[in-house]
């Protein structure tokens, strides 16, 4: 047997091991919904001052590519829906105002569905739709996340967005005299844990 032909052999060896060791790698998919505490809040500005919309009432469905391990290295799919009046403030004026502005009549949720993401250390990079008041627009959004005891996941993130991009008219208050600026910054933290459920799609 010449050089030439060990060094194939053995470069064929390597290829087929390291294709082995990758379907190791990523042995299955684990379906994730939410567990424990869980908060969407809303934060913007006015003429009179800051203020807060918190919801604990959202619904969450993930599907994760997992390893060996049972540790997540994939996420292939997600979709968030948050009923547009679980939104509370401690104002019921600013509630009332704020679901007008919202649609939120017509259009009950709020929701996101993801189209692509990238995980990076306990990092993740998504691509998604995000859906209020009946426009859907396509946005970013950088997540972190932490391991739990017994296999949950918390994530954390937050997305500025200006209201007016989903044609939400900012609301105003005592007739007018106080207006909330056009941008509002989304937060999230969440804790997702593996769970047996049917996929979620939205139409």
């Keep these: 047997?010449?050089?030439?032909?060990?060094?194939?052999?053995?470069?064929?060896?390597?290829?087929?091991?390291?294709?082995?060791?990758?379907?190791?790698?990523v042995s299955g998919q684990d379906?994730?919904?939410?567990?424990?505490?869980?908060?969407?809040?809303?934060?913007?500005?006015?003429?009179?001052?800051?203020?807060?919309?918190?919801?604990?009432?959202?619904?969450?469905?993930?599907?994760f590519e997992t390893n060996s391990l049972g540790a997540p290295v994939r996420l292939t799919s997600l979709v968030v829906s948050l009923p547009a009046e679980s939104l509370k403030s401690d104002k019921s004026a600013m509630d009332k105002n704020a679901y007008k502005a919202l649609k939120a009549e017509t259009h009950k949720q709020i929701t996101f569905q993801l189209?692509?993401?990238?995980?990076?250390?306990?990092?993740?990079?998504?691509?998604?739709?995000?859906?209020?008041?009946?426009?859907?627009?396509?946005?970013?959004?950088?997540?972190?996340?932490?391991?739990?005891?017994?296999?949950?996941?918390?994530?954390k993130g937050s997305k500025k967005i200006v209201m007016t991009d989903y044609g939400v008219e900012p609301p105003s208050f005592m007739f007018g005299s106080v207006t909330?600026?056009?941008?509002?910054t989304v937060s999230f933290d969440v804790t997702l844990a593996p769970a047996k459920l049917q996929p979620v799609t939205l139409n």
């Excluded at 050089?3 to 790698?25: F, G, P, S």
């Excluded at 939410?34 to 993930?62: C, E, N, R, V």
């Design 31 to 63: 379906r994730y919904a939410q567990s424990g505490p869980s908060t969407i809040s809303i934060a913007g500005t006015s003429t009179l001052h800051d203020w807060t919309m918190t919801s604990k009432d959202a619904t969450y469905d993930a599907v």
């Design 115 to 155: 189209i692509s993401a990238k995980m990076e250390g306990k990092s993740v990079q998504c691509t998604g739709k995000l859906k209020i008041a009946g426009t859907t627009k396509q946005i970013d959004l950088d997540v972190t996340y932490v391991t739990l005891p017994g296999g949950g996941l918390q994530f």
């Design 180 to 184: 909330t600026g056009d941008e509002i």
């Design 1 to 25: 047997m010449n050089l030439d032909n060990k060094k194939r052999k053995t470069t064929v060896r390597i290829l087929t091991l390291a294709l082995v060791l990758a379907a190791l790698a």
